[in-house]
């Protein structure tokens, strides 16, 4: 492993790393920190210190391990429908020093800390952490906390200690796989995913170093191109590559601006599913989500929502025959960003979303776009306005007058339902009271503000009416997950 990282050590002043010399900055710390409480405190400090095998035991040996990410399966449980890596199980994705392009190891050292390889593993300068192996001690060992004297020692100690029981070729293996690159990326491989679309193993040395570069300040600040300019010029002064080397690096492609963005559906199954059974068990390797997801029924209504709302905007396109059933279906590429100002046409028309369920079972059968994103319901609450009124011993013959500054005059309830006249349904809501029809909206899964609500618990509303009031379902939403099974079954 290179040692030309010493480029910032000549800028210090000298230090010895002896053990008095440690000891007595210690005790400088403590004396600042802890005043009178003298040797006591300090030995309450140590004794509550955890042991460093602890990050061994946390991180393992992994060499050659491979993390299964969660694996979202449809109903039938053949066909994948999402590939899922949460935050936890992406540290998993496990990069060794000996198969990972030199780079990683180079850059990382270059941004982080150039004299790694010579130093003790702890810096006295700063009230945070500013070597690897104090920044593997935060994130494995200590709980977390503000930066104090106490937490300095705590640090201090068990980065020093980390150095002495472990080569630092493995320190640094477990720093490249837990560190936080921003976007919920933690770990090389995950960092390489988020801002690349690779694995680590494929990156560049200026893609590297932009990665690394990330490491040095907060992520959200980092400018990648004066970061990646900032880690080449330490490699080339230090003499680990050469000027032609660095002006061919500072080439390589930039970090994508843009977040990776999931089919909305797994969002809502990952974040239900963690809800139900905990973090751990979506973090767990090789786990299978069977979901209530009907593949065919999936495209075919995502093929037909899209065809209608594109001849919502006035739209003239190619459509092409579904793979099952002989649905229209909008040409291939579409359907994932399809908005109608992509082909310069604007009827209001920003997003679209759908949901399919079954209504007696409670189950999600197709889902697309922001399904449960809460939304200006408007006149589709109105059937709940007569509902209610039918709970209170109208009928559909009822009549119903309207208020308001151009009454169509007297009619009956199903003429007002049928064409939604809003001026009935307001005259009705005003005669019944808006907490009688709030109630009715509370009992179908309605309980927000009356005039909103999202498309999901719209169409479970809806449902109970399909199902003549009848759900075996058990929850007020519909569910999107059958069954959970890890790598046993």
């Known amino acids: 492993m290179p040692t030309a990282y010493q480029i ?7 230090r010895s790393h002896s053990p008095l010399l440690v000891g007595v ?5 403590l004396a600042a920190g802890l005043g009178l409480l003298g040797a006591a405190a300090y030995l309450a400090i140590v004794s509550g210190l955890p042991d460093v095998g602890e990050v061994e035991a946390q991180f393992g040996i992994r060499g050659a391990e491979t993390f299964r990410p969660l694996l979202v399966y449809d109903r039938s449980g053949e066909h994948v429908l999402y590939e899922h890596l949460n935050p936890a199980a992406q540290s998993r994705q496990w990069i060794t020093l000996e198969s990972a392009p030199a780079s990683l190891a180079q850059t990382t050292v270059a941004a982080v800390e150039p004299d790694y390889w ?8 700063g009230p945070t952490a500013s070597t690897i192996s104090e920044r593997l001690v935060e994130v494995a060992l200590l709980p977390p906390g503000e930066p104090s004297p106490i937490r300095l020692v705590q640090r201090v ?9 472990y080569p630092k070729e493995r320190i640094l293996a477990w720093f490249l796989n837990s560190a936080d690159y921003g976007r919920a990326a933690y770990g090389i491989d995950a960092a390489a995913l988020a801002y690349y679309g690779k694995h680590a193993d494929g990156l560049s040395l200026g893609e590297s170093a932009s990665l690394a570069a990330l490491l040095d300040s907060p992520p959200e600040e980092a400018d990648p191109q004066t970061g990646r300019e900032r880690v080449l010029d330490i490699l080339v002064e230090a003499g680990t590559i050469t000027r032609t080397q660095a002006r061919s690096a500072r080439n390589d492609p930039y970090p994508s601006e843009e977040l990776p963005q999931l089919p909305h559906f797994a969002t809502y ?19 299978k989500v069977i979901s209530t997801l009907d593949y065919d029924l999936q495209e075919q209504a995502a093929c037909a929502a899209a065809s209608h709302v594109l001849r919502l905007s ?7 025959s579904g793979t099952s059933g002989g649905s229209p279906c909008v040409a291939a590429g579409l359907l994932p960003t399809l908005r109608p100002r992509d082909a310069g046409i604007d009827h209001g028309i920003e997003e679209w979303a759908l949901v399919v369920i079954d209504p007696v079972a409670g189950e999600i059968l197709a889902a697309r776009g922001p399904f449960d994103e809460p939304r200006n319901a408007g006149p589709l609450l109105d059937p709940f306005t007569y509902l209610t009124a039918f709970s209170r011993g109208r009928t559909p013959s009822s ?30 809501l005003a005669a019944l009271g808006p907490e009688s029809v709030d109630r009715t ?3 179908l899964g309605l309980d927000g503000p009356r005039e909103s609500a999202s498309l999901i618990d719209l169409t479970a509303a809806y449902g109970v009416l399909a199902a003549e009031g009848r759900r075996t379902g058990t929850q007020a939403t519909p569910s999107i997950v059958k069954r959970v099974e890890d790598s046993k079954g």
């Open 399 to 428: 009549m119903v007058v309207e208020l308001g500054s151009d009454p169509r005059g007297p009619m009956r309830i199903r003429t007002a339902l049928a064409n939604s006249y809003p001026d009935s349904a307001a005259t009705m």
């Open 441 to 443: 909206l509370a009992q």
């Open 314 to 320: 006035g739209a003239s396109i190619g459509t092409v």
């Open 25 to 29: 900055a210690l005790a400088v710390a």
């Open 118 to 125: 010579i130093s003790p593993g702890y810096d006295l300068a």
């Open 269 to 287: 199954l990952i974040q239900q599913v963690t809800r139900e059974l905990g973090e751990a068990v979506v973090g767990r390797s090789g786990i």
């Open 8 to 14: 910032r050590r000549s800028r210090r002043s000298n």
């Open 157 to 165: 100690l068990l980065a020093a200690e980390l150095t002495r029981r």
